[in-house]
């Protein structure tokens, strides 16, 4: 072993500081969980009607606070978790509410879709959708580290990349999917369409973490369609009602209602 080799495993070890891992065992458990409550059936048998849900809602309870406490050791940080577990309990029929709709959406929108069941079983638009409500509901009850951790999850079963906090309306509906990026500050209105390769992002950032906190991914707004690889950067970028982005376009200037934006095959540029 060199020299150099021997120094640099030196400096390592007297750096090595104790660290916690985010154990992801819980985190499957706790989005099947949710899963189970939200679409009941779909992850195990129903043996006993009278007491599915109270055995799914106390296995999330308790999951969401091995969790929280899990994130504590790591941060080192102290939380209100028995709250915050309540709290987000609170939040389930909020959150049912929203995914229906988006089920709702996505079977009106897809003529390939046979059946609610296959979306709910098949549809990776729609695990990727059920996780960035989850992580959004988590991130607005201010809890760290783990929102991220369920939106990877998500990222890396789906290849879907949607920030928990950014803010999508009802009715969303995310076709086909792989590749799609939706950054922190993103804004989207209700019964809007996304196509695979979609980049809801932001302008190059020079300023890097400076720019922290201020808008920088652009605002859809309702009854929007944006079709595959297009992309659409900059916080100041508004995407008006009713409005169709082709395929491929590239897009840093809002977009007036109504309006069509041709893509790559008209090589235009908005």
Same mark, same amino acid.
């Given at each position: 072993?060199?020299s150099?080799?021997?120094?640099?495993? @030196?400096?390592?070890?007297?750096?090595?500081?104790?660290?916690?891992?985010? %154990?992801? &065992?819980?985190?499957?458990?706790?989005?099947?969980?949710?899963?189970?409550?939200?679409?009941?059936?779909y992850?195990?048998?129903?043996?006993?009607?009278? +007491?599915?849900?109270?055995?799914?809602?106390?296995?999330?309870?308790?999951?969401?606070?091995?969790?929280?406490?899990?994130?504590?050791?790591?941060?080192?940080?102290?939380?209100?978790?028995?709250?915050?577990?309540?709290?987000?309990?609170?939040?389930?029929? %909020?959150? $049912? &509410?929203?995914?229906?709709?988006?089920?709702?959406?996505?079977?009106?929108?897809?003529?390939?879709?046979?059946?609610?069941s296959?979306?709910?079983?098949?549809?990776?638009?729609?695990?990727?959708i059920?996780i960035?409500?989850?992580?959004?509901?988590?991130?607005?009850?201010?809890?760290?580290?783990?929102?991220?951790?369920?939106?990877? &999850?998500?990222?890396?079963? +789906?290849?879907?990349?949607?920030?928990?906090?950014?803010?999508?309306?009802?009715?969303?509906?995310?076709?086909?999917?792989?590749?799609?990026v939706?950054? &922190?500050? +993103?804004?989207?209105?209700?019964?809007? %369409?996304?196509?695979?390769?979609?980049?809801?992002?932001?302008?190059?950032?020079?300023?890097?973490?400076?720019?922290?906190?201020?808008?920088?991914?652009?605002?859809?707004? @309702?009854?929007?369609?944006?079709?595959?690889?297009?992309?659409?950067?900059?916080? $100041?970028?508004?995407?008006?009602?009713?409005?169709?982005?082709?395929?491929?376009a590239?897009? +840093?200037?809002?977009?007036?209602?109504?309006?069509?934006?041709?893509? @790559?095959?008209?090589?235009? %540029?908005?």
């Amino acid at each position: 072993m060199s020299s150099a080799l021997e120094n640099w495993i @030196d400096y390592k070890k007297k750096n090595l500081k104790e660290m916690q891992i985010l %154990k992801k &065992e819980v985190i499957k458990d706790f989005i099947d969980s949710v899963w189970g409550v939200i679409f009941p059936g779909y992850k195990d048998e129903i043996e006993d009607k009278n +007491t599915y849900f109270d055995l799914k809602i106390n296995a999330l309870k308790k999951n969401l606070s091995l969790l929280l406490h899990n994130i504590e050791q790591i941060l080192k940080i102290e939380l209100n978790c028995d709250k915050l577990v309540k709290d987000f309990v609170e939040a389930l029929p %909020k959150l $049912d &509410e929203l995914l229906y709709m988006d089920l709702e959406a996505i079977y009106e929108g897809d003529p390939a879709a046979n059946s609610i069941s296959e979306i709910i079983l098949c549809y990776p638009g729609l695990y990727a959708i059920c996780i960035y409500r989850v992580a959004h509901e988590l991130s607005r009850l201010e809890i760290p580290l783990l929102p991220r951790a369920l939106s990877e &999850e998500a990222h890396s079963r +789906t290849g879907i990349d949607i920030h928990p906090s950014a803010n999508i309306g009802h009715h969303f509906f995310i076709d086909h999917g792989t590749g799609i990026v939706i950054g &922190e500050t +993103t804004e989207i209105g209700n019964y809007v %369409k996304l196509y695979q390769g979609v980049t809801l992002g932001a302008l190059s950032l020079q300023a890097g973490h400076k720019l922290k906190g201020s808008k920088r991914h652009p605002t859809i707004l @309702d009854h929007v369609t944006i079709y595959s690889e297009a992309s659409i950067f900059g916080g $100041d970028t508004i995407i008006g009602p009713n409005v169709t982005i082709g395929s491929s376009a590239f897009i +840093t200037k809002s977009v007036p209602e109504h309006s069509i934006v041709h893509g @790559d095959s008209k090589k235009k %540029k908005l």
